[in-house]
């Protein structure tokens, strides 16, 4: 069964810091994995899909890599803002084409 | 740029009572899809529907719930007795290419 973990739970940086959130998942047999974003009782904003014949996706501030081998992924942020302060969601796309979320990174950025 | 509508925003019931929540996929798109978020939780799996049927459906989705396309644009997930425990974000998605999913913005059901 797929499971998928996100590292930290939570994490609090001052403005301008570059940061990494780490997404991993039990079962690399994968289609694409996808990073989100989740405002506070909002809906999901998808921030980047990353193909599982790709390594990376890149856009603007935000940087995914994927390992589908060793079942990681991680975002990139660069520099940044307090407006970045969300939880951000990465969810793998299974062999039965749904969805499975991970846990979450709560982030806070400090002005 | 096109995308999946879900109505209401937010629905408040009694315990007991039936609720229909519906999603407008968008308009090109064959598969859709539920999953519901508990406050505090994730994102969990639903119901996935493909012409007129059932395609998959998790260990939540039991005889309480249903789903439908009564007519050519809505796609309904009726509850017919809810719980307390039901009370979450409903999020409907759709896609006509199976390997990346459009989200709507959910429904927040609050069950009494």
């Known amino acids: 069964k797929q499971e998928v973990t996100q590292i930290p739970a939570a994490l609090s940086v001052p403005e301008g810091e570059n940061l990494v959130l780490n997404c991993s998942f039990t079962d690399s047999a994968i289609y694409n994995l996808q990073w989100f974003r989740q405002d506070p009782g909002k809906g999901l904003t998808s921030l980047l899909l990353i193909q599982s014949s790709q390594r990376e996706q890149t856009s603007g501030r935000l940087n995914a890599s994927l390992d589908k081998s060793s079942g990681r992924s991680t975002l990139y942020i660069a520099a940044s803002q307090p407006g970045d302060s969300a939880t951000y969601l990465c969810a793998v796309i299974t062999g039965t084409y749904k969805y499975i979320f991970g846990t979450g990174t709560r982030l806070k950025v400090l002005a | 740029e096109p995308e999946v509508t879900q109505t209401p925003s937010h629905q408040v019931t009694q315990m007991g009572q039936e609720v229909i929540l519906r999603c407008v996929p968008i308009s090109n798109h064959l598969y859709f899809y539920w999953y519901r978020q508990i406050l505090g939780q994730k994102v969990e799996f639903l119901v996935s529907?493909?012409?007129?049927?059932?395609?998959?459906k998790s260990e939540i989705f039991d005889d309480q719930f249903s789903v439908e396309r009564p007519d050519g644009s809505n796609f309904t997930l009726k509850i017919r007795s809810t719980k307390l425990e039901d009370s979450a974000m409903y999020f409907c998605?759709?896609?006509?290419?199976?390997?990346?999913?459009?989200f709507g913005p959910g429904t927040r059901l609050t069950v009494l």
């Open positions: 998605a759709s896609t006509a290419t199976l390997d990346t999913q459009y």
């Open positions: 529907f493909y012409n007129n049927e059932i395609s998959e």
